[in-house]
């Protein structure tokens, strides 16, 4: 059986590159920049006016003059208004830009306005002040966001402020999410006492809808006829197969032999791991991939955030996230040579440190906690006793 | 001028009930769960076999029995099946439900299986193992989850699981996002050297989209019947207008005015902060609210987000977060008496503490940061000189 690391090594290894789309950028939401976006002119493009009020030449206020005739009032957007003569002043709004001949800009709550002058109060004014130089924040054709971006709100009115509204974005895997078990019913009928209903297909799809991914649902009873025509039918027409359950070693866990049948080279199978042990990963011709997770609910909740998350990511070349890490709240014993993923509750405290509190600590796996904790901890495969106040890495589902 | 505090606690007390729907569970994703959860049996609802193998009476293990005939072969989701004899057991799935007249399951790996019986190899057998026992997890009737959670992936999969396909959620407030500007022209075309694009109304628009609020966008140029127009039809069509610009001293600021012609009354103007200080926030008959934010787009995003947001959450009932913390990484130095909304960058340290660094110190609000920083640090109003290593609140935007 391999490691924990070794599976993610063995995973890592077999990223692919789905290529390339163009979205118009209002549709761009959460998918991943494949392009690097350059400011398209100067930002601020003009010197701006950061108040509303007026602006003059500082020599004159340096030399004593305190009343301004108003010469013109500009609005922002409008060709700005020079100054020719000495003692002249120009009103502006905020956001105007300021032409040459101004170098300085006072605002309303420091002037009297009367008769078409401002005249200053008795405050300081220092050259420069209330301008937003041209070029302060970017220069033309600075980088303003690179690819490997999530596109969020912030890049959106970025990209609406540089004019760019078609965005070049990493195109999605077509993913498939197949169910098995015989015992597993449709969630709006009745269960026999001694059948489930299936969660596993709407739990994956919600989660690749994050990432945009439309992904398809099925179930599979347990009849190696029917998984092998559809599994057939997937691997041809899907670059990723999410599967849940089939891949003990029970007499009805067909998947890794019809899998094999159809020629996908199994890479793993079997991890030392609670839970999620019996994951089987699998790819065909260097193309399509294969996730086999176990059936149990906290299982394929584990290995799709540890496994299939971290791939999906590197191959959509997401800029990497730092790993996060939390301060165990409480102590844990678990005896078995297996790497145990903890579902804990994550909470910040008023020292800005992240807290972990295990929602269990006998491995169960009880799917109802994935409803409250935040996370999966990753406790070390060589130990077994975890005391309060060991730091440990997360992985953050929530 | 009220403080952040004030404006918080005023808008706070404007929270509305926009009412109950009901929805099918796979169209829940990021709405607000507005009932309570029940599970609708025992979980597991029988005593559950969690390995491949055999079931047996432990009776006969204690008594040195190591071999057991195979009576049948129950695959889960099956009636199942009784031993009657001493010497028998029954071979089953990862799932099956156990008879009552066995209470342990060894697994394939501690078995020598041939010709139709299972022979225990050298192991220790203990009573009740690999067993998810009826109702551990949870007791029919039990809750598994409360009004005010935020649907999740791993929530739909417990809907599914206890055959919740229709659920009741929060409704959600019809909203306009209206932005103002002569000057702001359309994303597509080529601003003149005094104009800017527009990216107020579609950041405003994307980040409600994470809320599953579908908002109008609207721009209006500074013509005050026009804005009057607008507005009028918006306070009757809306229940939330989400503004931009037109709120500071300039001559064509017409907003506060023109909304107070329209009945709405100001509940403030203005807050000892930077950016954002010129926010009005008024109500109409105690139904429709105006947030009508500063046209700077590092405004926006702060008041949005220290704001509109908590109002949102408070409004649809969402079972509120911790706020987090973050230690300072450098020294900021901001000399006036506004409370300072930072730029923050955020990251953790492998001791799990969450560290700000801040992405500018000068309060200029250069709104290309906004794609690469995480959060604004706020800063104490009474402070001028912030030490790095110091500990403040952070508002995360992503």
Redesign the interface.
Known sequence: MITVEQAGQIIQSQTRDFGVEEVF??NS?QRVLAETLF?DRD?P??NRAT??GIALHFEDYKNGLRSFKIKA?Q??????VAIDARGACV?L?????LDESVDTVI???DLDLSDGSATIKDVEVKRSQNI?FRG???KQYDK??GAG?VI????????????K?RLQVKKLPRVAILST????VP??????????????G???K??L?SYRIDAEVFHLN?DSALIESVLSRCLDAYDVLLMSGGV??????YVPQVLEGLGVVQLFHKIKQRPGKPFWFGARDGRQLVFAFP?N?VSV?MCLHRYFIPWLEASLEIRSR??????LQNDIYFPHSLQFFVQVKL?????????ALAAETNG?G???N??YTDAFMELPLEKNEFKKGE?YPVWR??
């Not at 609005?75 to 700005?80: K, T």
């Not at 709004?93 to 830009?97: K, N, P, R, S």
């Not at 078990?181 to 597993?184: A, F, S």
């Open positions: 950028y209002e939401l400011a930002l493009p003009f108040v509303d009032t609005a922002a957007g409008e060709i700005p009103e709004m905020t956001g105007a830009a605002r309303y709550e937003h302060k924040d970017k303003m966001a971006e969020s709100p912030a890049l959106i009115g970025l990209a609406a402020s540089i004019g509204t078990g015989d015992e597993m969630p709006h009928t009745v269960p026999t006492a001694f059948q489930l209903r299936r969660s596993n709407v739990t994956l919600a989660v809808e347990d003990s070693m029970g007499k009805f866990d059936g609910p909740w730092a790993p996060e890490y939390a301060v909470e910040m405290n008023d020292r800005g440190m992240l807290t169960s009880d799917f109802s994935l409803v730091v589902y929530r």
